[in-house]
């Protein structure tokens, strides 16, 4: 990530600001984003006669920081890659702070200048030093996947969560953790031997090995322990209990397994507002009987009460009429009902938010959907033995027509290729017949039915006109 003055180049390889870390996003000059710090002491000189503070913070993998000397005055600033003093031979690390902000990170973990965790910066990393500390990181995936095999065959109850290796690439530190004590002499004689370099076994809690590998969290961030939370402190279930929250251990613990720290990231302002509200174990008692506490809701300042004899009623009473019934109550006074308390509570019209494409059913899809084609054919067949027995029934102008019906008002055409086809004359107005059955009404496709034999009467002549079209006008 980095800011957005940074350019790129026509390969898409990206330029950089060349601030040295110390632009608004406080990552372009580092190098990486986790447990970055901005130098905003970076534009202000020193007193005359001051000379500038010459203990630097250097970074490793995955955040690691320690304070480096600078003996021989080099011009080092903020994203320059040293060469550091390590156990044994030397390190490759970046400088992540310089200046009089590494006085306040000293004293923030009680460091002092001559203290022996402070060790020397060798030079300013060259390229071979580069090279070779680029080689040995990406031999970090496959030794722990080789580590963990070791493991496995030895059979040892602790799990390896990462590796990294030394800048000179002689020495590989193997983190991991385990619930007991792990004798793992056999396991670095095994390591030593697969990897020929040095091997290093540390240690490291739940906590931190979270924020060594880093993640996002239940709230779609980063997780705080990888990017900026560096001291943890103690978690306890009652910041949970202070906070109304249901005691589910799914969701109060984060990833490493533990209670979430951001528990206590709120916890003082819900202690604050718990001042005024009484105790929960605090019996109100009322004309209609004793109301025990269930639940609250503290910035809305609501309570809700139940009878004791009576529990499947909730009341939701605001704090001040807590207050009062509590204040009669040590008059030895009892209070109206809760039932009268709650008809003078405002209750705030919640707002929701609208649909715009519709509020469509997520089950819409699980009905089987029939064919239309089936229904009409279904349809017509219901319908054609109550037109046959001459009931009055007037087409539906909905209904489609069915395909296998469409072929009959085709006969009536002249399809003798011998005889002129007839001009197209307009059509004499019919004259009312009293004699004529109500067949008259029916539609022609529907009046007419295959199995019974067609009778030769003059009356039904206009209405059935004979297939091979000779008498169609007359």
């Known amino acids: ?125 060259s390229q071979r030093d580069i090279d070779i500390w680029q080689q040995s990181r990406a031999k970090e995936e496959e030794t722990q996947k080789r580590g963990r095999e070791i493991l496995g065959r030895l059979g040892l109850q602790m799990k390896l969560s990462d590796v990294e290796y030394q800048g000179d690439g002689n020495k590989a530190t193997f983190y991991y953790t385990a619930e007991s004590r792990v004798d793992f002499r056999q396991l670095i004689r095994d390591m030593a031997s697969a990897f020929s370099i040095r091997v290093e076994m540390k240690q490291v809690g739940a906590r931190q090995e979270a924020a060594r590998l880093g993640g996002v969290g239940s709230c779609g961030r980063e997780l705080c322990c990888s990017t900026w939370l560096t001291d943890f402190r103690k978690v306890t279930t009652s910041a949970a209990r202070y906070q109304q929250l249901s005691l589910n251990p799914l969701k109060l613990a984060g990833q490493c397994g533990k209670l979430k720290c951001c528990l206590n990231f709120e916890l003082d302002t819900y202690l604050d507002a718990l001042k005024t509200f009484p105790k929960q174990d605090l019996v109100l008692r009322t004309e209609k009987g004793d109301a025990v506490f269930v639940k609250m809701d503290i910035f809305k300042n609501h309570l809700w009460y139940t009878y004791k004899e009576e529990r499947f009623k909730w009341f939701r009473l605001t704090l001040e009429q807590v207050l009062e019934i509590i204040a009669l109550n040590k008059n030895n006074e009892k209070s109206i009902s809760l039932e009268e308390y709650e008809a003078d509570v405002e209750v705030p019209v919640k707002v929701d938010f609208e649909d715009a494409v519709g509020q469509d059913s997520l089950t819409r899809f699980d009905a089987p959907k029939t064919s239309k084609r089936r229904k009409n054919n279904r349809n017509k067949n219901r319908k054609k033995p109550v037109a046959a027995n001459g009931n009055n029934q007037k087409p539906n102008p909905n209904q489609k027509p069915n395909p296998n019906q469409k072929r009959k008002p085709v006969a009536k055409q002249n399809n003798n290729p011998q005889q002129p086809k007839p001009k197209p004359k307009p059509k004499p107005k019919p004259r009312p017949n009293p004699n004529a059955s109500a067949d008259s009404t029916q539609p022609k496709g529907e009046a007419k039915k295959p199995n019974k034999p067609r009778k030769n009467n003059n009356r039904n002549r206009k209405n059935n006109p004979p297939k091979n079209g000779n008498d169609s006008e007359k």
Request: net charge positive.
């Open 1 to 125: 990530m980095a800011c957005g003055s940074c350019g790129t180049t026509e390969n898409g390889v990206p330029k950089g600001c060349k601030s040295n870390g110390n632009c608004g996003s406080g990552t372009c000059g580092s190098g990486s984003n986790k447990l970055a710090v901005f130098d905003w002491l970076s534009n202000m000189t020193l007193p005359s006669g001051q000379e500038r503070f010459n203990i630097f913070e250097v970074r490793f993998k995955n955040g690691r920081k320690h304070f480096f000397k600078n003996p021989d005055n080099l011009p080092i600033t903020m994203g320059d890659i040293v060469a550091t003093e390590g156990s044994p031979g030397h390190d490759i690390g970046t400088v992540s702070l310089a200046g009089e902000l590494v006085k306040v990170q000293m004293k923030k973990r009680k460091i002092t200048e001559d203290h022996e965790d402070v060790k020397k910066i060798y030079r300013k990393a």
